[in-house]
């Protein structure tokens, strides 16, 4: 497996590749990392973690019906 890795900062739609001619007519995996950008929607503090932020607010679900420990251990 060959890798290779390039940084950019993104200016318009179409973004040049490093070494073009190697990669042509190969199957490649393109990954996008943001570094140092918050997300907006993302309300939860970088100490917080899923559990807390259940813990801190629950939801609450109408008309559910748990299962029993024996329907949840059927196989």
Do not use: C
């Not at 070494?19 to 490649?28: A, I, Q, R």
């Not at 748990?66 to 059927?74: Q, V």
Request: aromatic share 10%.
């Amino acid at each position: 497996m060959y890798a290779t890795e390039f940084q950019t900062i993104i200016n318009e739609p179409y973004i040049k590749i490093p070494e073009y001619d190697t990669l042509k007519g190969k199957n490649v995996r393109v990954l996008f990392l943001v570094e140092n950008e918050s997300n907006e929607t993302d309300s939860v503090t970088k100490d917080e973690d899923f559990f807390e932020r259940m813990t801190k607010n629950p939801k609450h679900i109408k008309n559910v019906k748990f299962l029993s420990r024996e329907e949840a251990n059927e196989r």
